[in-house]
């Protein structure tokens, strides 16, 4: 790196453990970090314990000074608006204020959780460069590592933009592939360096590789992928040698804030879905049924055969066992496994979709430890021939 990109100021804007590499990366490659800005520290968990969030704890590490305001809208840095109304007699900077004393050339934005106003974009000369985790204008919004792995893609990727007024809508600067679904590029190389204009780096290595990658594990390899990108990006968009790139606005498709109501299976869906579903939804929203008013988690599943269900039930929704009773011998040898953790899935609880059916790997009833499938039906006997709503 330049010694006068080392000199450049960052304000750094983050939240979840999701935006921690990028923060440990750019502290690591010597970038000159005048702040952190994080939401403020909030209360999770049945007990409500406030917790402080993951780029507060690794900016603290750092050394680095953190500012959490619960507004960026002219209010006390760190202050909620009712205590700025108390203090109004006496003179106080707001955040606006206190990011402008610091004289950043540039911010970097990593899922900081809130939509920025123009008075806070316009404060950096440089803008606001942020990593999004998809391959833009693929995907913008809040949910695009969970919808990339719902709809069945085999690779996604990560993209470093600017930010305008906007969602995800500024120009491109660089954006890598990362393979979700097994592919024997997976391990190709990537090319070394960025070019003039948006470069698109080819898939590389990384954990998960052979298999179909959870919502969790993509979002983690994501994260430490547009780190690295992003430390190799900022230089060069700073030096002058990117030329920012508008995104074509008419192929944009966009993602949703994901609610609870969002992991609720539909057992009318194919197997396959159902099976990206749990993969999907494995941090949030979690992939859920109701048997007898309580509330089922599929904490892991896996397919049994995109077409196969139970010889005697084709119910969508009934749990049966699949084994040589429900299967013919036909069928038995017609079962492929994907590569996942149970190997042969004979003998296991299986659920009819429309069609195929999923092997129930590990639940978890309302109230419950989470268990095996197997451990699940010694427990609950009775699961076997329900119908899941």
């Known amino acids: 790196m330049q010694k006068s990109t080392a000199r450049t100021k960052i304000i750094f ?14 502290h690591g490659a010597g970038f000159s970090i005048a702040a952190v800005v994080t939401q403020p520290d909030k209360p ?19 050394g680095l000074k953190v500012l959490q305001p619960k ?45 920025f106003p123009r008075e806070v974009l316009e404060l950096f000369p440089r803008g606001m460069v942020n990593v999004h985790p998809s391959l833009l204008p693929k995907y913008r919004g809040s949910s695009p590592i969970q919808v990339a792995i719902l709809n069945g893609d085999t690779e996604t990727g990560v993209t470093i933009m600017l930010l305008d007024e906007e969602m995800d809508h500024g120009p491109v600067l660089t954006q890598h592939v990362v393979q979700i679904s097994p592919s024997p590029d997976l391990q190709s190389p990537s090319p070394e360096g960025v070019e003039d204009g948006p470069s698109e780096r080819r898939p590389r290595g990384g954990q998960g590789e052979g298999r179909h990658r959870t919502g969790s594990e993509l979002s983690k390899l ?11 990006t900022l230089p060069q968009y700073l030096g002058g040698k990117i030329k920012p790139k508008p995104q074509d606005h008419k192929k944009a498709t966009f993602t949703k804030l994901l ?29 859920w049924t109701q048997w007898e008013g309580k509330r089922l988690k599929v904490l892991k599943a896996s397919l049994l055969h995109p077409t196969i269900g139970c010889a005697s039930n084709a119910t969508p929704g009934y749990v049966w066992k ?15 496994w994907p590569s996942t953790s149970s190997g042969n899935k004979l003998g296991q609880l299986a659920v009819n979709c429309n069609p195929g059916s999923i092997i129930l790997e590990q639940l978890q009833l309302e109230g419950k430890k989470a268990m095996s499938g197997a451990e699940f039906l010694r427990g609950y006997p009775k699961f076997l021939g329900s119908i899941l709503a």
Request: glycine share 6%; hydrophobic share 45%; proline share 6%.
């Open 13 to 26: 804007f983050g939240t979840p453990e999701f935006a921690a590499p990028a923060l440990t990366a750019l």
């Open 44 to 62: 999770v968990g049945r007990g409500l314990k406030v917790e402080a969030p993951p780029v507060k704890i690794k900016a603290q590490e750092l």
């Open 71 to 115: 507004t960026l809208r002219g209010v006390v840095a760190g202050l909620q608006p009712a205590d700025n109304i108390e203090r109004r007699l006496k003179p106080a900077a707001t955040i606006i204020d206190e990011l402008k004393s610091l004289h950043a050339e540039v911010a970097v934005v990593v899922a900081y959780g809130k939509i």
């Open 222 to 232: 994501l994260a430490h992928e547009g780190a690295k990108l992003l430390v190799e």
């Open 259 to 287: 609610e609870r109501e969002d992991g609720k299976v539909d057992w009318q869906k194919s197997a396959e879905y159902i099976e990206r579903m749990a993969r999907a939804y494995d941090l949030w929203p979690g992939t």
């Open 322 to 336: 699949a084994d040589t009773e429900t299967l013919s011998p036909e069928q038995a040898q017609r079962v492929e």
